[in-house]
Structure formats: structure tokens, C-alpha cells
């Protein structure tokens, strides 16, 4: 069983930055093979950025050159860190860890608006 909990949304103005984080539980850590998915009111929930246990990573082309994802295998946690948000960018924020089955976090609200 992998237990995993985000931090880290909030509410911006676009163009502004946020950093989430997911802490993952268990020891297996490093074998997990991680990525951020999102959903917006109304729409059906997509994949935002994935990352591999060996650190390949894969984007959305919505998010290509704002968003990073990225893994600390010392800290048992995985981030986004988010560059010129947009408005279009809003939405809950979901971690997930793929290790024999799959495992989703309780997401976290990321809201862009002046």
C-alpha cells in the first residue's frame, strides 16, 4: 500500500509560481513510477507530467516549458513546480505512484486568477 499526500496549492495571480509537492509513504520509493495529473470543474482529469524511477521525464504540451517535475529519492517526495501560470491552469492537482498497482493522493487546488 502507498499512501501519498500533496501540499502546496493555493491561489495565484497569472504569471505568478507555485511549487507542489507529493510525499509518498513506503521503501520502495525509487521504484515508483510517478506523475501529476489534473482536473478542472467540468472536465475529465489529465495527465500534466510524468517521471520514471530512472528520472525520464514526459510533459503535456500544454505545460511544456513551464511546468518541471522532479523527485528527491532521500525525501520520499516528487514536485511540479510551476512557472507563468495561467488562468487556464486551474484546477485540483492530483500525485500518482504506479508501483504493481495504482495510487492517487487526495489532490490539492491550484487556482490562477487576477
Known amino acids: 500500500q502507498v499512501q501519498l499526500v500533496e501540499s502546496g496549492g493555493g491561489l495565484v495571480q497569472p504569471g505568478e509560481s507555485l511549487r507542489l509537492s507529493c510525499a509518498a509513504s513506503?521503501?520502495?520509493?525509487?521504484?515508483?513510477?510517478m506523475g501529476w495529473y489534473r482536473q478542472a470543474p467540468g472536465k475529465q482529469r489529465e495527465l500534466v507530467a510524468t517521471?520514471?524511477?530512472?528520472?525520464?521525464?514526459n510533459y503535456a504540451d500544454s505545460v511544456k516549458g513551464r511546468f518541471t517535475i522532479s523527485r528527491d529519492h532521500a525525501k520520499n517526495t516528487m514536485y511540479l513546480q510551476m512557472n507563468s501560470l495561467k488562468p487556464e491552469d486551474t484546477a485540483v492537482y492530483y500525485c500518482?505512484?504506479?508501483?504493481?498497482?495504482?495510487?492517487w493522493g487526495q489532490g490539492t487546488q491550484v487556482t490562477v486568477s487576477s
Open positions: 500518482n505512484a504506479h508501483y504493481y498497482s495504482s495510487y
Open positions: 513506503g521503501k520502495f520509493f525509487r521504484s515508483y513510477a
Open positions: 517521471i520514471t524511477s530512472g528520472g525520464t521525464t
